[in-house]
C-alpha cells in the first residue's frame, strides 16, 4: 500500500498519498513564489488554500485519501500560477493588469441561461440593460427570443474557476468576490438594476417552473409512446399476437410478416436482416423513453458519449438493412407474365363454375394479407409451401366459343427470370363438358421465393350463356372488383349479356 501523509490545509487535516503531496507541495511552492512579493500575497495565498480544501472535500471525504487524480482536478478547476496575471495593490483590493478576456453564460447571475449575465461581465455592464433589451425585442418578431436562444446555444457556461476569471477578466472577482467566486450581488448593478434584476429573478422562477412542467409532460408522453410502441412491437414480432392491436386480426395478421422473410429473402440473409430490424425499431424507441426518462426527473449525467454511440450503431444498422434490402430486391425489378387459353369442346347452354380445391383444405400456420385483403397468403412451413388466392373474371366472348385464359405474373432480376418465375407457379382447373373446376389458389413451388406472384383466371363465354357458380368461385369473381359478396343459396345462376353478367333472379 502506498505510503500517505496527513497535512494540514485551510485548517482541515487531510490524508494524501506520498506522489499526491509531492505535487500539491510543487504547486504550492509555485503559489507561494507566485504571490510571495505582491502587496496583499499571503491573503491571496490563504483564500487559494481555502479553496484548494474546498475541492478535496467536494471530491472525498475526510477518512479518505486524497490521490494525485484529486490534486491534478483540483489544478485543472483553479488553473496553474503561470495562468494568474500580475496584481497591483488598490484600496479595493486586486486589480488586474491587461488579460483577453472570454464571453460565457454566467452561472452566478443568471435569470434563464445566464446569458445577459455574461455579457454583463464581459462588458463591465450591468446586464439588467440586456434583459430589458432582449425582452423589447422579443415582440418585434420574435428577434430576441432568437438571440437569446442562439447565445445560449453557442456560449459555454462558466463553470470552473479558470472560466470565471476569463469571463470578468481577472485571476479572481472584484467587489469583495472570494476564491470561490461566489458573490451575493452582482458588482456593476446600481440599487435600482438590482431591484430590476431581482424582479427578473422572481419572473425567471416562475417561468423555470413553467417550462419544468411542460417538459414534464413531453417526457410522459416520450415514456408511455416509446414504451407502449416498443411492448406492441414485443408482443407482436416476438410473442405473435397481433389480437390485440388489431380490430381485424383474422384478415391481417401482422405477427406473421417477420416469418415471410424467409420466402422473399435470400435464406442466409434472414437472421442478419431480423437483427437488423429490431436494432432499427428498438434503438429509436429506447431513446425516447430514456429521454422522457431525463426530462422528467431532469438528472444529470455524462451520457453524450452514449447517445453517439447509440446514434452511430443506428445509422449503421439503417445502411446496412438499405443496402441489404437493395440487394434483395434487384430481383424484384423486372415483371413478366405468361397466358394460357384452352377451349371448351362444345360451347354450354349452361356453364357450371365449380371449386376445386379450396383454402378451407389447406393446413396453413400462417395468413397474411398483402396490399388489401384480397391477395392472402397462406404459409405451411411444415412442408415450406407457400399459397396464395387467385382471382376470377368472366367476361364476353368475342365469339361464339367458350374458353379460359390463365393469366401468370411474376418479378425477377430480368424479363426473361420473370417470364421464368410465373411459368413455375402452379396452378390447377379441369374441364369436364359443361363444368370447369377451378381451385382457390396456386401454390409457389418449394424452395422458390415470393415474387409478387398472381394467377388470374378469366372465363369468355358467349352472350345468352347461364352461367352457374357455387359459393367460393363467386367470392373468387367478387374478389377481382375488390369487394366481398357472396349469396345466400348454395348455387347461384347468372346471364352473360352485352354488358357482362346479369343476375337471374329466382
Partial sequence: MEKTIKINLGGILFQIEEEAYRMLRDYLQSIDHKFRNVPGGNETIEDIESR???????????????????????????????????????????QTSHREKRMYRNPDDRIIGGVCGGIGAYLNTDPVWFRLIFIIMTPVFLIGLFVYLALWIALP?????????????????????????????????????????????????????????????????????????LFSFIVIFVFKYPGSFSIDAGEFNLAYLPDFLNYIVTPAMVPLMTALIVLVVAIPLLAMVYGGIRLIFWFKVRDGYIWLIGLVVWVLCVASLAIISFNEGVSYAERGKTRSLEYFGPTPDTLYIMSGQKISDLHADKEIAVSDNYYKIYIDDNNNLVYIRSRLDISNADNDATSVEIKRQSSGTS????????????????????????????????????????????????????????????????????????????????????????????
Avoid at 427578473?200 to 408511455?224: E, M, Q, S, Y
Wanted: aromatic share 14%; glycine share 6%; hydrophobic share 40%.
Fill in 52 to 94: 484548494i480544501a474546498e475541492i478535496f472535500q467536494s471530491q472525498k471525504d475526510l477518512s479518505e485519501v486524497i490521490s494525485k487524480e484529486n490534486v491534478e482536478m483540483m489544478i485543472s478547476i483553479i488553473g496553474t500560477p503561470d495562468e494568474f496575471d500580475q496584481y497591483e495593490g488598490t484600496e479595493s483590493g486586486y
Fill in 415 to 506: 424479363r426473361l427470370d420473370a417470364i421464368d418465375n410465373a411459368e413455375r407457379l402452379k396452378y390447377n382447373f379441369t374441364i369436364k363438358g359443361d363444368t370447369l373446376l377451378l381451385d382457390e389458389f396456386f401454390m409457389i413451388p418449394p424452395d422458390t421465393k415470393w415474387s409478387f406472384d398472381e394467377v388470374g383466371v378469366k372465363i369468355f363465354a358467349p352472350e345468352g350463356t347461364i352461367i352457374c357458380m357455387d359459393k367460393t368461385v363467386e367470392r373468387m369473381y367478387h374478389s377481382y372488383y375488390d369487394y366481398d359478396f357472396v349469396t345466400d343459396t348454395e348455387n347461384r345462376y347468372w346471364r352473360m349479356t352485352e354488358d357482362g353478367l346479369d343476375y337471374l333472379e329466382d
Fill in 157 to 229: 457556461l462558466a463553470i470552473s474557476d479558470s472560466q470565471k476569471r476569463e469571463m470578468h477578466g481577472s485571476n479572481f472577482y472584484r467587489s469583495g468576490a472570494n476564491i470561490t467566486g461566489k458573490t451575493s450581488e452582482y458588482p456593476y448593478s446600481s440599487k435600482v438594476g438590482s431591484a430590476f434584476n431581482q424582479v427578473f429573478r422572481a419572473i425567471g422562477k416562475v417561468l423555470f417552473i413553467i417550462v419544468r412542467i411542460f417538459l414534464i409532460i413531453i417526457g410522459v408522453t416520450f415514456v408511455l409512446a416509446g414504451f407502449t410502441t
